[in-house]
């Protein structure tokens, strides 16, 4: 079968260092083509990306093409699909011009930044039946997730009681798009759509209502977003389970995740951006605080691994997990509406069932 052809719109960090030499590196799909505003810095970034790759012993058979305008690179027909890294403010009006060019689209987390963003995608991939959307929020296809998830379903850790997740980095850099409201900054759109993400896929539900508290800074960007979200009682347990969440843009980088269940726990150490080379576990602890098991630490690179799956979906090979589709990170945008609701009414918000 035909490798699937990448474009990248945007010479982001995030492609350069780690989906592009990914995308190269994929057994089903090819990158075609690196677009930036400026052709020295599409140059610049592909070069870059190349360097990334042959780190990790990986050369594309033909070398991708430099764009100066993402027009020229959505005209190629070559490009199949295409990776949009673009600043959070961006992704919606160039996920669409993307449609219209009847390219697929990955679009970077979060996909969208309301409910209302995401009617408006909505709307325009209905008029696209036949083009895949998918958001790449791409920890979820790390093995160690698998790993973790089955442990809970084989009730290693017996019913779920909380979760907890600390997710935080240290920036004052004002170009820098997670400190600028014009593109979508704050901690809430950078790393809460990790913890919602997270505290949704764990629990296997819907939360039933959520309270938040955001910090802004002088420029109007929430440097920290808390929040708990609660889950009703399953039947037969003594009261609801809930997740709590921190977020931070300006402490000192550290994630982690924890999960209480009334039998165990389970700790993940680096449970959003695992560095492929160190490799990663989770660890499952016992009732009393004794250690169970520590695996073998998982070495994978969950940007391929969510490119192969893609691109396997759009070949008709494969499907999307649930969750990388629209209508979940429509449900994801809700919540984030939610956390605003909360802090600025300072209160309790109920969720739609
Ligand atoms: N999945 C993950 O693990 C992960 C990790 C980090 C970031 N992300 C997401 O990826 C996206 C990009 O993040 P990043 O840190 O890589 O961003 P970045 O380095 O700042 O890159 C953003 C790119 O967007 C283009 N752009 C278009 N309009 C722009 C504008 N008005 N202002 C600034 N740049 C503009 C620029 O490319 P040209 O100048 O070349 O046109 C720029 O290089 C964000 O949505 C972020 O949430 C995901």
């Known amino acids: 079968m035909e490798k699937l052809g990448w474009g990248v719109l945007g010479s982001a960090r995030i492609a350069r260092k780690k989906v592009m030499p990914a995308l190269m590196g994929a057994s089903t799909g090819r990158l075609v083509a690196l677009a930036s505003r400026d052709l020295a810095r599409a140059e610049a970034g592909l070069a870059e990306a190349l360097a990334e790759a042959a780190q990790r012993g990986i050369y594309p058979d033909q070398r991708p093409m430099a764009c100066g305008s993402y027009e020229e690179l959505l005209a190629n027909p070559q490009v199949d699909a295409v990776y949009l890294p673009l600043p959070n403010s961006e992704h919606v009006a160039w996920a669409i011009r993307a ?18 963003e995401a009617l408006q995608l909505q709307a325009a991939a209905s008029r696209y039946p036949k083009l895949l959307v998918s958001e790449g929020l791409m920890f979820r296809h790390h093995p160690q997730w698998d790993l973790a998830l089955n442990w809970i379903r084989d009730g290693r850790i017996g019913a779920l009681r909380s979760v907890q997740i600390q997710f935080s980095f240290y920036s004052e850099d004002p170009t820098n798009i997670r400190n600028r409201k014009e593109t979508g900054g704050g901690a809430l759109l950078d790393l809460g759509c990790y913890a919602i993400a997270a505290s949704r896929l764990i629990f296997g539900a819907e939360a039933s209502a959520l309270r938040a508290v955001q910090t802004f800074n002088q420029a109007g960007v929430d440097v920290q977003t808390r929040a708990e979200m609660r889950f009703d009682p399953l039947a037969g347990a003594e009261a609801a389970s809930r997740a709590f969440w921190s977020t931070d843009i300006r402490a000192a980088y550290f994630q982690r995740l924890d999960i209480s269940g009334t039998e165990g726990r389970i700790f993940m150490e680096r449970p959003f951006s695992p560095v492929f080379h160190e490799g990663v576990r989770p660890v499952l602890f016992g009732q009393a605080g004794n250690l169970v098991l520590d695996p073998e630490p998982l070495r994978a690179d969950h940007f391929t691994l969510q490119a192969d799956r893609f691109s396997l979906a759009v070949q008709g090979r494969g499907l999307l997990v649930p969750e990388d589709g629209l209508p979940d990170w429509a449900i994801q945008a809700h919540y984030m509406d939610a956390v605003r609701q909360s802090a600025n009414a300072d209160t309790w918000v109920a969720l739609l069932p």
């Open 99 to 116: 449609l219209e060019a009847g390219k697929h689209v990955l679009l970077e987390k979060p996909g969208v930044k309301s409910g209302e």
